[in-house]
């Protein structure tokens, strides 16, 4: 080819495109024709009314050995009453309807970084980002239990974890005519994001029930006016199998195909940048995975348990967790295998984990997330200084030979057969492999594209300050100062490497620093921080290989 310059031009192209496509498009795996199996179309409403309750609302009840639950609780128009909740990590609002889980702010992530006082709020149970936890119990047609849509009694509505407890449990009861009666507890830890959900079944009838509790999560999509139009996310649903592991499944397949899906030992989950909230079973039992569309709008997905019958005079226990609060990768991974996952750092998760650990690490000596970018740059420019060291030597070699190749092209014109072979030989005469620039290059865009998204992913980097005017690394710089260094920085750099003989690409080269300061405004500081320490390393190890050529090559023209 021409010119080395042209292959690290492209090379350059495929990292932004690959980075491009990681905004754009929902990155993780897709669900597959097996993992989406058919299923028959269900109501999103039985006929008592209850929305968005799983099961087979319109079959014939079958004998008690088989038969599938369905909902039979009538709804009402009574929204029931508020329970506030408080505990060192969350706000909670529960209501005495269904026992539902609707709203809750994250004390320790604030709204905004200029309103401190302001906390997230990850549920609200009204549009817009309409985003509920919802739980219930279905029966066969005989048998009355309360759904999310029944109404239960509290002995309190203000429940506060005091200093000194450990623990917080806010009872809820429900009782049918029968004399069926449920005793619904949310029990909530010190410390903890997990909230365990136990629905006791206590059948005082004189006849046997049949019992099968579900638990699900339903929300609207997310509407964000202050997100970048440069940065998306994933907000949708997943789940985890043992076998399949980490599954997305999009808001528009829940539209296409309901999930119904057997599995033992995982969990469903509504994720969004940086939080999420999941239902995590009990281990060892096979529940059904489920997703539901509700008015086109809101989109559910849910588990539901296998049928058990409760005799007269018995009591039966449901018991799960429900996960509200931010994608910590750690806090995850202990509370169930593999919802760490959730922490999407996309296809090169093998690379990202390592670096996202790295960082935490690095983090937990500085002590701020904007120096512990700046460390692991340097580390990381460390661990592929060899593989830059090859890269700037052949740059350098290939600069001392540039006026050469001019003239070759001068002497041939047209003739491309002979000029390359000039060329071939000039390399071989000077040691020079003209690939040398650009490989080295290419085995580092993997690390490149995975620490974009550790950073992108990592919610311990939501609005955490760095120095001076950078007080949010999710954020853009507000001023526009890093970016304008790291345009600077490339500008720099351009001028160190050869320049090209051909004139187009000499003005690819030289417009290339502008557009990716233009590019770059919009990204989030903690990346575009990462950008330009980088090219700043670089700078001084190319100069610095440069330099020494140069001397080398002077020393034997003596």
């Keep these: 080819m021409d010119n080395i310059r042209l292959i690290l031009?492209?090379?350059?192209?495929?990292?932004?495109?690959?980075?491009?496509?990681?905004?754009?498009?929902?990155?993780?795996?897709?669900?597959?024709?097996?993992?989406l199996a058919s299923t028959t179309e269900k109501p999103a409403t039985s006929p008592g009314g209850s929305e968005g309750v799983p099961g087979l609302q319109n079959e014939t009840p079958k004998p008690p050995s088989s038969a599938l639950p369905v909902s039979t609780s009538p709804a009402t128009g009574d929204s029931g009453r508020i329970i506030t909740v408080q505990t060192d990590l969350m706000k909670v609002e529960i209501s005495t309807k269904g026992g539902t889980i609707a709203s809750a702010w994250l004390t320790e992530y604030a709204l905004a970084p200029e309103e401190p006082d302001v906390k997230f709020r990850l549920l609200k149970p009204d549009t817009p980002n309409m985003f509920v936890v919802q739980s219930g119990l279905i029966g066969s047609a005989s048998d009355s239990l309360p759904t999310h849509e029944a109404l239960f009694t509290t002995e309190s509505s203000q429940y506060t974890l005091e200093p000194g407890q450990t623990s917080l449990t806010v009872p809820l009861t429900w009782t049918s005519p029968n004399g069926?009666?449920?005793?619904k507890n949310l029990r909530f830890q010190r410390?903890?994001?997990?909230?365990e959900s136990t629905q006791e079944v206590l059948n005082n009838s004189v006849q046997?029930?049949?019992?099968?509790?579900?638990?699900?999560?339903?929300?609207?999509?997310?509407?964000?006016?202050n997100a970048s139009r440069f940065v998306s996310t994933y907000t949708g649903g997943v789940y985890y199998t043992p076998e399949d592991k980490y599954t997305k499944i999009s808001f528009d397949q829940m539209r296409e195909q309901k999930l119904d899906r057997s599995v033992t030992d995982g969990w469903v989950a509504m994720i969004q940048h940086y939080f999420m909230s999941a239902w995590i079973p009990p281990r060892g039992v096979s529940e059904t995975f489920y997703t539901n569309v509700l008015d086109g709008s809101r989109y559910i997905i849910g588990k539901y348990s296998p049928p058990v019958v409760v005799n007269a005079g018995a009591t039966h226990t449901?018991?799960?967790?429900?996960?509200?609060?931010?994608?910590?990768?750690?806090?995850?991974?202990?509370v169930a295998p593999g919802l760490e996952l959730t922490v999407d750092f996309g296809w090169l998760t093998v690379i990202a984990q390592p670096i996202h650990w790295l960082l935490d690490m690095i983090y937990t000596i500085v002590g701020n997330w904007g120096w512990a970018i700046v460390v692991l740059t340097i580390l990381i420019k460390l661990a592929f200084y060899k593989l830059s060291e090859a890269s700037y030597k052949s740059m350098a070699k290939m600069r001392q030979i540039t006026p050469r190749m001019q003239a070759l092209k001068d002497r041939y014109g047209d003739d491309k057969e002979r000029l390359n072979q000039a060329m071939m030989e000039m390399y071989k005469t000077e040691k020079i492999n003209p690939l040398g620039g650009c490989l080295p290059i290419l085995v580092q865009i993997p690390v490149f594209i995975a620490l974009y998204w550790v950073l992108l992913e990592s919610v311990e980097l939501r609005q955490a300050p760095f120095i001076l005017w950078i007080d949010n690394l999710s954020a853009p710089d507000p001023y526009f100062v890093l970016p304008l260094i790291m345009g600077i920085s490339m500008f720099v750099q351009s001028k160190l490497n050869p320049a090209p003989p051909d004139p187009i690409q000499a003005k690819v080269m030289m417009s290339l620093p502008f557009v990716f300061t233009i590019f770059f405004a919009f990204f989030p500081a903690g990346l575009v921080l990462y950008w330009t320490v980088n090219n700043l390393l670089s700078i001084a190890q190319q100069?610095?290989?440069?330099?020494?050529?140069d001397k080398e090559a002077a020393k034997r023209n003596r």
């Design 191 to 195: 410390g903890s994001y997990v909230v």
């Design 318 to 334: 449901f018991t799960n967790q429900v996960y509200i609060g931010p994608k910590l990768p750690s806090t995850l991974a202990a």
């Design 9 to 35: 031009i492209f090379s350059l192209a495929a990292v932004s495109l690959l980075i491009y496509q990681a905004w754009v498009q929902d990155y993780g795996p897709a669900t597959t024709a097996r993992q």
């Design 208 to 225: 046997p029930l049949i019992a099968r509790e579900y638990a699900q999560l339903q929300r609207t999509d997310l509407i964000d006016p």
């Design 543 to 549: 100069w610095h290989i440069t330099r020494n050529i």
């Design 180 to 183: 069926v009666q449920v005793r």
